[in-house]
């Protein structure tokens, strides 16, 4: 473990200061419900593009993509790349709809709520349903960020890891529990551009150390040749279709993450999208090649430096930082990590709280409660999922890229299908709403028990093939929408060319 060093921590202190003092400014600004949970609609097209990212990628990005390429080589490149197009595709087929669609389907605020309007939720029973998957699915999502979070301290700092975790957990709620979604996105506006900065200085750099890219590559294939395949896996083993697939796949998950969605829903205006289109897909392409990167530079300045043995691989960009910078610079590079940690883990704790707030505590318990109240049912939901997430995280085994993996399938087999036949096909309907998040998030949940043949298959493909068949069957097989639901749909286009949708609220019995 490194020695306690005055200047990283001297850095991370000025970094948690300044995330603070954007959350004071944003509880300032947080009059509302509205304001907490979606920042009444006005983010701009940098601040939507660069909070989308930075909450999508979270320590993931800067942990478990470069431990993957540190083991698995050019391998990752499939993961990679299928999560650029997956990006590409929900700006282009979802934002701009979902910020319509939302607002006209009486300003709804969550997920859940949004379905629930969309197909005139007569009980809540939707609703209730879809907020109950965002709740387990954000609790193993959460938990991957304060694991990463404990790595984090744990590797920096040489805490226990249990008091790293619980010191991660406390840097992620202070300022989420007051700012609301304002804080969230424009904490994340600053912590986005750092970690892609990041991502770009420290491979550049280690690169450099080692002589260059001609002498990264002799190394990487003397270290293993197969580590500079995209058709092999690390032990030289062809990759099958199951393997291929698995990892392209994950691509599918982005249109059915809630913190993603959100962001799209509190855009200023459609006439953002585009902007805010381009600006995310190159932040996310620059991003992801340069965690590609510093695992492959990773191995080599193992292999050079250090045996070529690491104990944890998810803890090579860490590694490289304290070995190649100055403690100063180290500690702005490594508060990256500390950024992407926590845009991810204050996303999921603002939606899993709106959730608890809007889903359930207003819907099913006091439907007249005020707009404070709600505010501060709110910010309790935030405490008491951090409580139950930091419990999850205390297993020092659990790995970021597991964690992330099981509830990226979660919520894209659960909300993907429902969410976008919900905005391209008028037919669908209540019961196919209902029949779609509960079979795509089950399939998840027991595919996952299961092993061996086409079961090794990531959980999030046959969960999106059976929500989707599950809609459509259950929607032709019950009556169509009732005549409000058709009205609002036929509200939503007509918004949707003028960019300024007309709200309305279908029935509700």
């Known amino acids: 473990m490194p020695e ?11 970094y948690l200061v300044l995330m603070l003092a954007i959350g004071a400014w944003a509880y300032r600004s947080t009059k509302d419900s509205s304001g907490y949970f979606l920042g009444g609609r006005t ?17 993931w990005l800067l942990l478990g993509l470069p431990g993957f390429a540190f083991t698995s080589g050019l391998e990752s490149l499939w993961l990679a790349g299928g999560l650029l197009l997956g990006t590409w595709l929900n700006w282009l087929l979802v934002a701009r709809r979902l910020r319509a669609y939302s607002y006209a389907a009486d300003d709804a605020l969550t997920i859940p709520e949004f379905f ?7 009980r809540h029973v939707l609703q209730a349903v879809s907020a109950f998957f965002v709740l387990l699915f954000f609790l193993f999502y959460t ?3 304060l694991v990463a979070g404990g790595k ?12 790293a ?14 700012g609301g979604f304002l804080a969230v996105c424009w904490t994340d506006l600053v912590q986005g551009l750092l970690m892609a900065a ?7 750099w280690s690169i450099n150390a080692d002589g260059g890219i001609g002498p990264m590559l002799a190394t990487l294939s003397e270290r293993n040749p197969e580590l500079l395949t995209l058709w092999q896996n690390n032990a030289g083993k062809p990759l099958g279709i199951i393997a291929i697939v698995s990892l392209a796949a994950w691509g599918l998950g982005y249109f059915g993450q809630p913190h993603i969605l959100v962001r799209f829903a509190g855009i200023r205006s459609g006439a953002d999208v585009p902007t805010a289109r381009r600006i995310a897909v190159t932040w996310s392409a620059l991003s992801m090649g340069g965690a590609v990167l510093v695992g492959l530079a990773g191995a080599v300045w193992v292999q050079a430096h250090a045996g070529g043995e690491l104990a944890d691989p998810e803890t090579i960009f860490m590694v490289l930082v304290n070995a190649l910078f100055h403690p100063i610079i180290a500690g702005v590079l490594l508060a990256a990590i500390l950024a992407a940690i926590m845009s991810t883990a204050d996303s999921q704790l603002l939606v899993s709280s709106s959730a608890l707030a809007e889903d359930f505590y207003r819907k099913l318990l006091r439907p007249r409660a005020s707009q404070w109240e709600i505010v501060l049912v709110g910010r309790g939901a935030v405490l008491l999922l951090s409580v139950i997430a930091l419990l999850l995280a205390f297993n020092p ?15 894209g087999a659960a909300f993907g299908p429902v969410l976008l036949l919900s905005l391209y096909w008028q037919r669908m309907n209540w019961a196919g709403a209902l029949a779609g998040v509960i079979v795509g998030g089950l399939t998840v949940v027991i595919w996952k028990q299961l092993s061996g043949g086409l079961f090794d298959l990531y959980e999030i493909v046959p969960g999106v093939v059976f929500g989707a068949a599950a809609i459509v069957a259950a929607s032709l097989l019950t009556p169509a929408p009732a005549a409000s639901v058709r009205e609002g749909f036929e509200q939503f286009r007509l918004g949707l060319r003028q960019d300024e949708p007309a709200s309305y609220a279908p029935a509700r019995s």
Do not use: E, H
Request: proline letters at 5%; aromatic letters at 16%.
């Open 397 to 411: 085994d659990s790995t970021v890229l597991g964690l992330v993996g099981y509830a990226w399938a979660g919520f």
């Open 152 to 163: 984090l301290f744990q590797t920096v700092f040489g805490f226990d890891y249990r008091v």
């Open 4 to 14: 306690f060093d005055t200047a990283i921590t001297a850095t991370f202190l000025l």
């Open 165 to 178: 975790v619980v010191v991660g957990t406390v840097c992620v709620v202070s300022y989420t529990l007051f």
């Open 116 to 122: 629930a309007n969309r197909f005139g939720d007569p």
């Open 43 to 59: 983010l701009g097209p940098w601040p939507a593009a660069l909070s989308a990212g930075a909450s999508d990628m979270s320590g």
């Open 143 to 145: 938990s991957s960020g």
């Open 198 to 204: 990041a991502l770009l200085i420290v491979p550049v």
